[in-house]
Structures are given as structure tokens and as C-alpha cells.
């Protein structure tokens, strides 16, 4: 089971230079996610993989935590250091913590 974090920590994580791994699909992540999250969504992951550096931590996100949690697990299982943002993009936005697009307004979760 997946280390996990709630939104605060999982923000305070990215500042001290975690990734943000936003595992959602395309259309999810370009209506509203993180500032500065990475897009891998799931399914790319077992491939991409080898595109994340392994000296970074690694807070998966997706919308509600539950694919987010199997790509921490997957990760963690592949010798990173991955966790769970609990709640996924609900519960970010939820805490008031930003959500924006590509162009840099403000998004929405889907």
C-alpha cells in the first residue's frame, strides 16, 4: 500500500523539489492540474517510467487518489521514492491549493 500525503504536505514536498506525477489522461490534466505537475497518465507509465530521475521524490496525483495510489506502488516497487497525494486533485483543490491549465489560468478538476 502506498506511503501517502495530504494535499498541505504534498505541496510543501513539491517546493522542496518533489515531482508532482499527474497520472491522469490528457484531456484531466489539461482542464486543471497542479502548477508544475509532470504529465505521465497511467497507462504510459510501466514505459515511461525511465523518464523520471530516481533522485527526486515522486507525489503521484491523479483525481481522487485511486490510480495516483497504484502508480506510487508501481513506482515504489521500481526503487523510487513515491507516495500518494491522498484525495488526488479533489481534495488539492479542496484545501484552496491552486489548480491551473497549460496557458496558466485557473482550471478545474474533472
Same mark, same amino acid.
Given at each position: 500500500?502506498?506511503?501517502?500525503?495530504?494535499?498541505?504536505?504534498?505541496?510543501?514536498?513539491?517546493?522542496?523539489?518533489?515531482?508532482?506525477?499527474?497520472?491522469?489522461?490528457?484531456?484531466?490534466?489539461?482542464?486543471?492540474?497542479?502548477?508544475?505537475?509532470?504529465?505521465?497518465?497511467?497507462?504510459?507509465?510501466?514505459?515511461?517510467?525511465?523518464?523520471?530521475?530516481? $533522485?527526486?521524490?515522486i507525489?503521484? #496525483?491523479?483525481?481522487? &487518489?485511486?490510480?495516483? /495510489?497504484? @502508480? +506510487?506502488?508501481? =513506482?515504489? $516497487?521500481?526503487?523510487?521514492?513515491? #507516495?500518494?497525494?491522498? &484525495?488526488?486533485?479533489l /481534495?488539492? @483543490? +479542496?484545501?484552496? =491549493?491552486?489548480?491551473?491549465?497549460?496557458?496558466?489560468?485557473?482550471?478545474?478538476?474533472?
Amino acid at each position: 500500500m502506498a506511503r501517502e500525503l495530504d494535499p498541505l504536505s504534498a505541496d510543501d514536498a513539491a517546493r522542496d523539489g518533489a515531482v508532482l506525477l499527474d497520472v491522469r489522461e490528457p484531456v484531466e490534466f489539461e482542464t486543471g492540474h497542479a502548477p508544475n505537475a509532470r504529465l505521465i497518465p497511467l497507462g504510459d507509465l510501466p514505459a515511461r517510467a525511465g523518464e523520471l530521475d530516481p $533522485a527526486h521524490a515522486i507525489v503521484c #496525483v491523479c483525481r481522487s &487518489g485511486h490510480r495516483s /495510489a497504484h @502508480a +506510487a506502488d508501481a =513506482l515504489t $516497487a521500481a526503487g523510487f521514492d513515491a #507516495v500518494n497525494l491522498a &484525495g488526488g486533485m479533489l /481534495a488539492w @483543490a +479542496a484545501e484552496g =491549493l491552486p489548480v491551473v491549465t497549460e496557458q496558466g489560468g485557473a482550471g478545474a478538476v474533472l
